[in-house]
Every structure is written in structure tokens, then in C-alpha cells.
């Protein structure tokens, strides 16, 4: 029976991973370390941001913090996105997208407000990862061919 178990939990294994890249999961939280440092409480800079997934409502949303007791700052999952995009993709309403990565990374970019202007021409954009090695192997050009990649 115990052979049976895990010969399941094998099977099964590859599909749960799947499933958390197509819906995000509480396997998203956790700390995040930054490409670039952004402003945390009290104006001080950071390199360190805090994820946690939940429900607000009957809405699925990351909340990032700067430290456990700094407000976060809320973005709501995008289904519609997601599946054009064929990854997670949570907006807030100041108009920041968090893109997933890979599943310990995300990219957070604010579109350019200039008329005329494509998806890869930012006003912002950063880097986080759970993982510091993936942080310094990432730069501002990476960020841009990833965006313009998933989004032809």
C-alpha cells in the first residue's frame, strides 16, 4: 500500500506543479529580495519585500509589504490576463502589473501613460525573487525582452 502511495504521489507531483503555475497558490509567499532597492517606511530604502496570497473578498490578491508591519500594497489576480499572458498576472489600481517569472519570481512593471506607447515601454519596473542568485543574474533588459516575449 505504501509503494502504491508513493508511485501515486510521483505521478501526481508534475500535475499539483502545473497546477500552482497556472493558479497562483499560497506557495507565493514568503521574502522577496529586489534588482533595485525601492522606498520602504519612513523613506528609507529596501531590497527585501514581503508576498503574502490570499482572498480579500472574492478576490485573489498578493499583498507586498516592505516589513511585516509596513502597509501593504494590494493587487488583485487577473484571470483574463493570466490566460493571455500564460502566467499569473495581478494589477493594482495605481496601475503596477506583478508577472510571474517563474515560481519563486515575479517582474512588477507600470506601463508608460504616453500615448502610443507599447506594453514594453515602461515608467517602471523591477525584479523580485525568493531566490538572490536569480536577483543578480537579472537586469533592466532582461525585464523588457521577458515582457515583450509573453506579450507577442
Known amino acids: 500500500m505504501k509503494s502504491f502511495l508513493k508511485y501515486l504521489l510521483i505521478l501526481c507531483t508534475p500535475c499539483m506543479l502545473f497546477a500552482q503555475n497556472e493558479n497562483p497558490t499560497e506557495a507565493l509567499n514568503g521574502t522577496y529580495?529586489?534588482?533595485?532597492?525601492?522606498?520602504?517606511?519612513?523613506n528609507k530604502q529596501t531590497k527585501i519585500k514581503i508576498f503574502e496570497y490570499g482572498k480579500f473578498r472574492d478576490d485573489n490578491v498578493?499583498?507586498?509589504a516592505a516589513c511585516q508591519k509596513c502597509m501593504?500594497?494590494?493587487?488583485?489576480?487577473?484571470?483574463?490576463?493570466?490566460?493571455d499572458l500564460k502566467t499569473a498576472v495581478f494589477y493594482n489600481d495605481i496601475g503596477l502589473f506583478l508577472i510571474a517569472?517563474?515560481?519563486e519570481s515575479f517582474?512588477?512593471?507600470?506601463?508608460?501613460?504616453?500615448e502610443g506607447a507599447e506594453w514594453a515601454d515602461f515608467a517602471f519596473s523591477n525584479f523580485y525573487s525568493k531566490n538572490k542568485a536569480k536577483v543578480a543574474a537579472m537586469s533592466q533588459q532582461k525585464i523588457k525582452a521577458y515582457i515583450i516575449k509573453i506579450s507577442e
Open 33 to 42: 529580495h529586489l534588482l533595485e532597492a525601492e522606498r520602504a517606511g519612513g
Open 62 to 64: 498578493i499583498a507586498v
Open 72 to 83: 501593504p500594497a494590494i493587487y488583485k489576480y487577473k484571470e483574463e490576463y493570466s490566460k
Open 101 to 103: 517569472y517563474d515560481k
Open 107 to 114: 517582474i512588477m512593471m507600470m506601463p508608460s501613460k504616453k
